[in-house]
């Protein structure tokens, strides 16, 4: 079934949601973001921060800016600098607002910690540093309710599940065979999607790496996929046959044919879909577009229903979203975009507004929403508990109820075992970088091993000398 985007309207309170983009001095200036064609946003936001991946010269780095300090940023402004190779990926955990995840060329994912107030210099100590793909990893994703569980996909094709609280990849997902283009899970984290360069759409039980449903996309070459809430529906953004871009909504428990399938434009930079669940509000926007169309999802037909456009001349490279607890509820802000204008070194925040004339809360377009308190522990989630998010209200503003405290395990460097595998072992290098990667560290681990191996002899030798003073003395003693 094919559908025009075309308004034909009729009854919505988001009918009339128009976007607002933040005067200058509300914009961030000055920003050295990242010249990297890999197809990611390259930037995350939270109440507190703003995070951007910059253009560098050796290594990876990204900034970390206030999100009240506005304005022009100072050109020796610190990063976030402990990366060898270039950052594809970050994302800030949803509940502890000081920690983010970055992933790297480099073969690494890190958890950094970033102080109160953001950097005074630059940072290049991560809390966690986990080593487990054999190639650049693209992806990261925080689990959406369990406080301690990240997942990376890398170019080895896999997809590694790390328990954060022992610093350790837990559980291996291996049934993709090119490299996966985007993750999303639904609402309690029991369910993963993932659309894969091999045309394939799967949603997956994380857990076990089952792969509960698989689409193979002929006429639909799906780019990115998104869970639509609880919907039990899954929307992906992709190109059609003739190479129109084109969205699709799915049934999670069948994926043999999409239910809907609705061409947007010939354009031909790839779409990014955003999902509102409170408000069951999609958004799309094209990379190199400058405009954000949005559109209401609904169960009944005709299941997506365009509502607007919002336009801007300049370009956007990616996208961050403020979590729901940072938004204006005063202004009935029901959305934030914080865009990358690459070519200005710009981020300018779009407020996506619904037009009220009461200044009372509104109660209809702020239903309860997923919070910052985590639904469970990584442990738990692991042993097969799943639970919905727990909810906040955002009537009172945002106050927390409790302060988390995020605690790095303390570990060794040892082999990194996922069914049955030694991660770092058996893995050959495929580039030149990754050789020498391998060759350095392997040299430390050489060193180290050196190092051992003489103070083990000398504490032989001191336990030598001691055994030998004793045989002198025990005879006198007889």
């Known amino acids: 079934m094919t559908m025009s985007w ?11 949601v128009y976007g607002k983009v933040g005067n200058r001095e509300h914009c961030y200036d000055g920003i050295p973001i990242t010249k990297n064609v890999h197809d990611n ?27 009240s300090q506005s304005g022009r940023l100072d050109s020796h402004y610190p990063k976030v600098c402990g990366h060898q190779g270039n950052v594809l990926d970050i994302k800030w955990n949803p509940f502890f607002e000081n920690i983010i995840a970055s992933c790297s060329e480099d073969t ?33 994703e925080w689990h959406p309710t369990s406080s301690g569980i990240l997942f990376s996909a890398g170019y080895d094709y896999k997809i590694l599940i790390w328990n ?27 369910l993963l999607a993932t659309s894969c360069k091999d045309k394939k759409l799967r949603v997956i039980e994380p857990r076990s790496g ?9 006429n639909h070459r799906v780019n990115r996929v998104v869970f639509l809430g609880n919907m039990k529906r899954l929307l992906t953004t992709g190109v059609s046959r003739w190479n129109t871009r084109q969205i699709a909504l799915w049934d ?14 010939g354009l031909s930079g790839l779409l990014f879909p955003f999902y509102d669940t409170d408000t069951h509000m999609l958004y799309l926007a094209g990379k190199g577009d400058g405009n954000i169309r949005y559109f209401e999802i609904t169960t009944e037909k005709p299941y997506i229903q365009y509502l607007m456009e919002f336009r801007s001349p300049a370009p956007q490279k990616g996208l961050g979203v403020m979590p729901k607890h940072g938004l204006d509820v005063a202004a009935c802000e029901v959305f934030r975009f914080y865009k990358l204008v690459t070519l200005k070194g710009l981020i300018e925040p779009i407020s996506m507004i619904v037009p009220r004339r009461s200044d009372t809360y509104q109660e209809d377009i702020y239903p309860m929403t997923a919070g910052t308190e985590p639904a469970l522990s990584a442990s738990e989630w692991l042993s097969g508990i799943d639970r919905d998010p727990v909810l906040m209200s955002l009537k009172d503003g945002y106050h927390r109820p409790n302060q988390l405290v995020f605690k790095a395990p303390v570990k060794e460097k040892k082999s990194v075992v996922v069914n049955g595998i030694d991660l770092l072992e058996n893995v050959p290098p495929r580039t030149e970088n990754e050789l020498l990667r391998m060759f350095f560290r392997q040299q430390d681990e050489l ?3 050196k190092e051992e191996l003489t103070t083990k002899d000398v504490r032989i030798r001191q336990l030598e000398l001691e055994l ?5 003395v025990s005879p006198t003693n007889v």
């Open 6 to 16: 075309r308004p034909t309207y009729r009854s919505s309170k988001f009918r009339n």
């Open 210 to 218: 089952r792969v509960l449903q698989q689409a193979s996309c002929k």
């Open 164 to 190: 954060l609280e022992i610093g350790e990849p837990v559980k291996m997902i291996d049934c993709h065979t090119d490299v996966i283009l985007s993750m999303s899970f639904n609402t309690d984290g029991s």
């Open 468 to 472: 030998n003073n004793l045989k002198n």
């Open 447 to 449: 060193r180290r091993l």
């Open 252 to 265: 999670q428990e069948d994926l043999s044919m999409p239910i809907v399938e609705e061409d947007i434009d």
């Open 41 to 67: 946003h390259f930037c995350a936001v939270n109440s507190k921060f703003l995070a951007v991946v910059t253009e560098s010269a050796g290594g990876g780095s990204f900034i970390i800016i206030p999100v």
């Open 108 to 140: 690494s994912v890190r958890v950094w910690e970033i102080p109160e107030g953001g950097l005074r210099r630059n940072m290049t100590e991560a809390v966690l540093e986990l080593y487990g793909h054999s190639r650049r990893v693209g992806l990261i």
